[in-house]
Structures are given as C-alpha cells and as structure tokens.
C-alpha cells in the first residue's frame, strides 16, 4: 500500500494506512521507497531549515510540504534530491517575503511572534538568535542558514543559492555584521542576558 506523508511533532514522516491522523499531507502518494526514505532522512534538517528561513513553525511547515509535494512530481529528474530541496526551500521562502512586500526593520523585542520553541537551558539565547536571522533581509537569512544551521562551504551555498562564492563571503559578512548590531541592541536592553559567542 503507498505511504502518505504525514507531520508527526513537526517532522514530515512517512506511514502506512494511518487515515487522517497527525496531519495528512492530502494527494501525495508514494513514488517509491526512495523518495520516502529522503523524506524520513532528511526531513527533520529540512524542518529546521525552514523554520530559520521563515521565522515560524506553521509557515515553515506549509513551505516544506509545498516543496516535498513538487518534489514528488518531479522526483524522477531530481539527481541531488538534497541540494534540491535546500535551494527549492531557499527560492520559496525568498519569494514569500517578497509576496509580503518588503518589510519595516523591527526590533528584536516587537517580534517576538518569530520565536522558535526550543526547551534547552539556553532557551533564551537561542530564542534571541532565531529572531534576530528572522530579521535579516531574505538573501542575507538563506546565507546564514545555509552557512551555519546546514554547514556548508562557501562553494556548496554558492551551488544552492546560484551565485559565487564571492558574492556568498560579501552577504555572510554583511549578514554576521547586522546580525552583531542586532544582538548588541538585544544585550544592551537585556544586560542580564549573556549571548551565544557563536556569531561574535
């Protein structure tokens, strides 16, 4: 029997004949045991991609099912389903923000609608980050989460992006720079916090 994808703590996995629980993603069938087993692999790092290119849960598990459904279709051409998938989630969340209209500056502390829950001790830290990569400019957020979150080259972000790797050093170093701003604004009003050395 073909496999539906399903959403299973936020993580899309595959599962047989389990109905409409746990958030059924409707119409999409199983092409295969590979297909399904790059969705049990690599859908959580996807999952946490998305969340950090889009500032929030929800939207950050429409925009992946959006792309794992076209990627079903079009899995018999795809050769590096991987890379595939980051540079789709890339363009989708890029043309969302553009959908949106470009977007005031916000300070850290009136997004506070862009967290990403973690349960960790440095809950804090974490939170503060996420947010201030949420308020990056688009090409400047898929930058440091292709960099840092997935840890790639310069070469391999370049490859997903579609840029050069010069071009891929300038915005990490624009990026790293806002990002020291944001977080130095968020320290000053939070003196008491003491932040990831991470982007320092």
Not at 58 to 64: F, H, P, Q, Y
Not at 131 to 143: D, M
Not at 165 to 185: E, F, N, P
Request: charged content about 30%.
């Amino acid at each position: 029997m073909g496999h539906r994808w399903l959403r299973v703590g936020g993580v899309l996995r595959a599962g047989d004949n389990l109905g409409g629980r746990c958030g059924v993603i409707t119409g999409v069938q199983s092409r295969g045991e590979d297909f399904d087993q790059f969705v049990l692999g690599a859908g959580t790092g996807l999952m946490r991609m998305a969340v950090a290119l889009t500032g929030d849960r929800t939207a950050a598990e429409d925009l992946l099912q959006d792309v794992l459904e076209r990627m079903y279709v079009a899995w018999p051409r795809i050769d590096e389903p991987l890379a595939y998938a980051r540079r789709s989630l890339v363009n989708a969340s890029t043309n969302r923000w553009r959908g949106r209209g470009r977007r005031r500056e916000i300070a850290l502390s009136e997004a506070a609608h862009l967290t990403v829950p973690d349960r960790s001790d440095d809950h804090d830290r974490r939170d503060l980050v996420a947010r201030a990569v949420a308020a990056l400019p688009a090409r400047q957020r898929a930058v440091v989460v292709l960099r840092f979150l997935c840890d790639l080259s310069e070469v391999d972000t370049a490859s997903v992006l579609g840029c050069t790797a010069g071009t891929v050093k300038s915005q990490t170093a624009r990026a790293l720079a806002r990002l020291r701003d944001l977080l130095d604004d968020a320290s000053d009003a939070e003196p008491n916090l003491t932040l990831t050395r991470s982007i320092r």
